[in-house]
Nanobody, 119 residues
Framework: QVQLQESGPGLVKPSQTLSLTCSVT??????????WSWIRQPPGKGLEWIGR???????LIIPSLESRSSVSRDTSKNQFTLQLSSVTPEDTAVYYCARKGILGQYDYWGQGTQVAVSS
């Protein structure tokens, strides 16, 4: 059974850097044809894809966040991480990590972690 679990601070002050980690069990983040994404949902809005790291380690970030976002991984811990710098209240959202498998669908999701940006 594949499971993803997000972890990180629930509250971040404006201008600080948000760091979230997704711990994966039941699969390897280096397994061929898997892609590991970060997705968020601001209050009252739809899902927004942020970025992903592929099984080979290459990353892709949505252009609107590319200047202040990065996705990395620790293969020894089977985890991948999102860092979002210079946060503002507009970054308040539920943040999810998810797997896209060989069929091209997001087939496994974490439960989500609420992040509020507030002073």
């Amino acid at each position: 059974q594949v499971q993803l679990q997000e972890s990180g601070p629930g509250l971040v002050k404006p201008s600080q850097t948000l760091s979230l980690t997704c711990s994966v069990t039941g699969d390897s983040i280096t397994r061929m044809d898997t892609y590991w994404s970060w997705i968020r949902q601001p209050p009252g809005k739809g899902l927004e894809w942020i970025g992903r790291i592929a099984y080979r380690g290459n990353t892709l970030i949505i252009p609107s966040l590319e200047s202040r976002s990065s996705v990395s991984r620790d293969t020894s811990k089977n985890q991948f991480t999102l860092q979002l710098s210079s946060v503002t209240p507009e970054d308040t959202a539920v943040y999810y990590c998810a797997r896209k498998g060989i069929l091209g669908q997001y087939d496994y999701w974490g439960q989500g972690t609420q992040v509020a940006v507030s002073s």
